[in-house]
C-alpha cells in the first residue's frame, strides 16, 4: 500500500471517529458557532489521556537529552525524567515502540546540525509507535490507536510530540519502517536526483553494509547498474552478495585501492560515499570519465573535534577537470520535496518483497540486544566500532498489548 493510501485510510478512520460518519471536518463545523481553537489530548472524551489499549499514560517519562556539546555522546547526553509532554493543535504523541540510531546522532549531539541550537535538546531522528494522543487539527489525518513512523527530532524518549505532517501511517510497529525514514530516503534520493544512472554502469558504495548503504547497493542493482561495496568483515561481504552487490570488498582483508585499481581499471562512474578522508581520496581517485561522486558523509572524521576528515583538497580540480567528474554533497533536509515520493516507491517495494530492510536490533552485540532508552548509548558506540549489518534499532518499550490493563 502506498503511503498516500495509507495517508487516506488513517483519514478516513480519522472521520469515523469525529462524526460517527464520513463527513469532513468543514461539514461538522457549518452552522456551528466557532469557538476558539482549543488543543485536546484524545478524542474520546470517556476515556481522557487515556491510549486506546486502556493502559494510562504516565505524567512522567524517561527521554535523552543533550545538556553540553560534544561528539562524545555519552559526555553529550543525559537520560532523564521529564514529564509527558503534550501535543499542541497539529500535533501528535507517539508512545515509541521503536528509534532508529544514525551516524549523525553525535553530529547532532556536537551542535553541528544547527549551530544555534543551545543545550538542553532533545536528540534522536525517528521512530516508530502508536499514537496515544493528539491536537484537534491533527485528528483530520491521524487517529489514537494508529501505528506511525516518523521523521522529526526527540525521537530519543518514551513519547514523543511530532508534527503530523512529519509522521506516516504503517501497518504495523515493525522496526523495518525505521530503515526507510532517513536510511532508504537517504540513498533513494540522492541516487536518483544526483546519481544520473545509467543501466551498466559501475557503482561503488562505501560503508555499504551499514543503514543507508544496504538500500544504495539495491537502488544501484535495480537501474542496472554493476555494483561495488565495501564492509569491514566476511560476514558484512555475504551478506553483501546476499542483496545482489556484484564484488563485495572487504577492506580488512583485501585493499580496496588496489581491487578497484586491478578489476575496475577504466574507473567507477559513480560513488555513494560515506567515510571520507582516505575514502574519499581513493574514490575520486578511481572515478571514471564523467563520474559523479556523491558525498553522503565523512564518518571516519565525525569522532574528531572538527567533525571532518582530511581530504586531499588541493588537487582536487584538476582531478575533477582531467576526467569531467563531479563531487556532489547531499544532505536530506534539503531534498524533501522527494521525501513523500520516495517513501511511497519503497513501501511498495516492502510490500512486493522486493527491497530488504536489514534491521540490527543488537543480537549479535556484546550485552546483547538493544531495548530500553538507555541502551542508545550501547548502539551509537556499536555503530561507530562497525559492527552493525543493516540499520541499528533499538527497542524502547514493549508491544502495547503486553503492557495493557486490558
Ligand atoms: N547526507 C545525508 O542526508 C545522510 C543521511 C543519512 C546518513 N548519512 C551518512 O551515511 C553514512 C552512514 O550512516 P548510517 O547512519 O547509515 O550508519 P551505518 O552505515 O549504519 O553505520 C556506519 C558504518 O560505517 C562504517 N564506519 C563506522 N565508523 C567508521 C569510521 N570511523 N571510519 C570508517 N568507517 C566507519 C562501518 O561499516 P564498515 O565497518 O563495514 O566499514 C559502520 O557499520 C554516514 O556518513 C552518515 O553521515 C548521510
Do not use: W
Request: aromatic share 8%.
Amino acid at each position: 500500500m502506498s503511503v498516500s493510501s495509507l495517508l487516506r485510510t488513517s483519514c478516513r478512520r480519522a472521520f469515523g471517529v469525529i462524526g460517527g460518519g464520513r463527513r469532513s471536518v468543514s461539514d461538522l463545523l457549518s452552522g456551528v458557532h466557532v469557538v476558539p481553537r482549543r488543543s485536546i489530548i484524545d478524542l474520546s472524551y470517556s476515556t481522557h489521556f487515556m491510549d486506546f489499549k486502556g493502559s494510562s499514560i504516565p505524567s512522567s517519562m524517561q527521554k535523552l537529552t543533550v545538556t553540553r556539546l560534544s561528539q562524545h555522546f555519552k559526555e553529550a547526553v543525559c537520560l532523564n525524567t521529564v514529564p509527558v509532554p503534550t501535543p499542541g493543535d497539529g500535533d501528535l504523541l507517539v508512545r515509541n515502540r521503536f528509534v532508529g540510531i544514525n551516524a549523525s546522532d553525535i553530529n547532532y549531539s556536537a551542535g553541528r546540525y544547527d549551530p544555534s541550537l543551545k543545550p538542553p535538546f532533545d536528540c534522536g531522528f525517528e521512530g516508530v509507535g502508536e499514537v496515544v494522543g493528539l491536537g484537534l487539527s491533527a485528528s483530520a489525518r491521524h487517529t489514537i490507536g494508529e501505528t506511525v513512523a516518523y521523521f522529526s527530532d526527540g525521537a530519543f524518549a518514551e513519547y514523543t510530540v511530532v508534527p503530523a505532517k512529519k509522521a506516516m501511517a504503517v501497518p504495523s510497529a515493525k522496526p523495518e519502517f525505521l530503515t526507510l525514514l532517513v536510511s532508504g530516503a537517504t540513498a533513494y534520493i540522492a541516487l536518483k536526483r544526483l546519481g544520473e544512472l545509467t543501466e551498466g554502469e559501475t557503482v561503488l558504495v562505501t560503508a555499504a553494509a551499514g543503514g543507508t548503504g544496504q538500500f544504495a547497493v539495491q537502488f544501484a542493482k535495480r537501474a542496472g547498474c554493476h555494483v561495488v561495496g565495501t564492509c569491514s568483515t566476511d560476514e558484512k561481504a555475504g551478506f553483501l552478495k546476499s542483496i545482489g552487490c556484484d564484488r563485495a570488498v572487504n577492506y580488512a582483508a583485501e585493499d580496496l585501492g588496489q581491487v578497484l585499481r586491478q578489476e575496475y581499471p577504466k574507473g567507477v562512474d559513480v560513488v555513494y560515499e560515506s567515510v571520507g578522508g582516505g575514502v574519499f581520496d581513493l574514490a575520486v581517485n578511481s572515478l571514471a570519465t564523467g563520474g559523479r561522486l556523491i558525498v553522503i558523509g565523512f564518518i571516519s572524521g565525525y569522532q574528531s573535534a572538527s567533525g571532518v576528515a582530511t581530504v586531499k583538497g588541493g588537487t582536487l580540480p584538476i582531478k575533477l577537470l582531467q576526467k569531467s567528474a563531479s563531487v556532489r554533497g547531499f544532505f536530506l533536509p534539503h531534498f524533501l520535496r522527494d521525501y513523500q515520493e520516495a517513501l511511497g516507491s519503497m513501501m511498495q517495494m516492502v510490500a512486493q518483497g522486493t527491497l530488504v530492510c536489514e534491521v540490527d536490533c543488537g543480537d549479535q552485540a556484546q550485552e546483547g540486544r538493544f531495548v530500553g532508552l538507555e541502551s542508545v548509548f550501547r548502539a551509537v558506540d556499536h555503530l561507530y566500532a562497525g559492527k552493525n549489518l543493516g540499520k541499528i534499532v533499538v527497542e524502547v518499550a514493549p508491544a502495547p498489548f503486553a503492557s495493557s490493563k486490558l
